[in-house]
């Protein structure tokens, strides 16, 4: 297979410090002196230092990747460290490049780290992946999925795409420039908001993105030094629990907008707006469910405006963080138990961030229940913006 780098840069030498180091690696018949030279020459773009990120970014450095772009703009929070290996308690609070850099650079310090501390959006995605050899997305929501999936394609790089909940995990490498199809020809057309949980919302066993993560990491050093069959138009899914590995073959789209002979997208979209998001470029409809903002429901509640409060998340959640007065159905018991909600009284709905409580909301409505709200950003933007006292996680 042809290395995926552009210009690997085979002449470049090892130190001896590096020959120690990667002696393990130098002895792989069919690996070698030329395939560490050709990581010592990679440059690769991880967009998301968390879950996947962190294990995929730790074994790239430790593996001799030269240079390793990292793209997150959030700080490490205790609800991370269940799963993000590369931070630690002592991180808490710090910017999670700051924190990924220090640990890259203790695992090894010959590795460059360019920092962006930003979000990946249409408007500078181009100007940050302009440059890199390859893109691992490490992302948690599909308008960012689809952005780097369409500047892979443009740049024609690979983009190796991984995805974890609860217990089940996804691996491809879309690489249009190379043979295979994109993301786009997997996923058309993104799932309806909220229809996919998100992580923080649905869970994930921790150890998943390790697994997941590593994955990627292999497929990344598979391509950047030519080595063995990369998941070129192949989907690996991850069942944990059934300790399953299934393949499926995915098609390039011959009428895919992206990386098909007519594309109908040649630039940065509205990413928000294609997956049925609030956008500022393209005013959304609005909304079936009526919303209050957390400064809304401080007023109702400072005012003492009679409403209900309900909290459709779990009970584990609960303990770690209460808005004071509310009450507690989590959202699988909500169908027995709309017995316990009056009819009469105005029922106000939040969970963690907003798409469990939508949910509630719905089913109260469809149940008969005519005064029904949603929490917009839920118990989270609370918690921000009324009541630090309030934990997030």
Not at 291 to 308: G, I, K, W
Request: aromatic share 6%; charged share 20%; with cysteine.
């Amino acid at each position: 297979m042809k290395s995926a780098i552009r210009n690997p840069q085979s002449e470049t030498g090892l130190t001896t410090d590096e020959l120690r180091r990667y002696a393990r690696h130098l002895s792989i018949p069919g690996f070698g002196v030329e395939a560490q030279q050709k990581l010592k020459a990679a440059r690769v773009l991880m967009i998301g230092a968390g879950g996947l990120g962190a294990p995929a970014a730790l074994y790239l450095a430790a593996a001799g990747v030269g240079t390793l772009g990292l793209v997150d703009a959030d700080v490490v929070d205790v609800s991370n460290l269940q799963r993000q290996i590369l931070h630690g308690t002592k991180d808490v609070g710090r910017s999670k490049l700051d924190s990924a850099a220090d640990r890259l650079h203790d695992i090894n310090p010959n590795v460059h780290i360019e920092k962006h501390n930003t979000v990946f959006t249409a408007a500078n995605a181009m100007q940050i992946a302009t440059g890199y050899d390859l893109i691992l997305d490490g992302t948690d929501n599909f308008p960012t999925r689809y952005l780097s999936n369409d500047v892979a394609v443009w740049l024609r790089i690979p983009n190796v795409y991984g995805s974890i909940l609860r217990f089940e995990g996804q691996v491809s490498v879309f690489a249009p420039h190379l043979g295979g199809p994109c993301y786009r020809c997997m996923s058309p057309v993104p799932p309806p908001p909220g229809l996919v949980p998100s992580c923080a919302e649905g869970g994930v066993l921790g150890v998943l993105p390790g697994i997941v993560g590593s994955l990627q990491a292999l497929e990344a050093i598979k391509l950047l030094c030519g080595v063995g069959e990369p998941l070129l138009g192949r989907l690996l899914h991850v069942d944990t629990l059934g300790m399953k590995f299934r393949t499926f073959n995915l098609r390039r789209d011959e009428q895919c907008p992206v990386c098909g002979p007519n594309p109908t997208i040649t630039e940065p979209i509205d990413y928000q707006g294609f997956c049925g998001l609030p956008s500022a470029h393209q005013p959304m409809p609005e909304p079936t469910i009526p919303t209050v903002t957390v400064q809304e429901l401080h007023a109702m509640r400072t005012s003492h405006e009679p409403h209900f409060l309900l909290d459709v998340r779990e009970p584990h959640e609960d303990a770690i963080a209460h808005i004071e007065g509310s009450t507690l159905i989590p959202l699988g018991e909500l169908p027995q138990r709309l017995g316990e909600l009056s009819r009469d009284q105005k029922l106000v709905v939040h969970c963690k961030a907003g798409g469990r409580s939508a949910k509630a909301c719905a089913l109260l409505t469809a149940s008969g229940f005519s005064d029904v709200w949603n929490v917009a950003g839920g118990i989270n933007a609370w918690s921000k913006e009324i009541d630090p006292g309030v934990a997030t996680y």
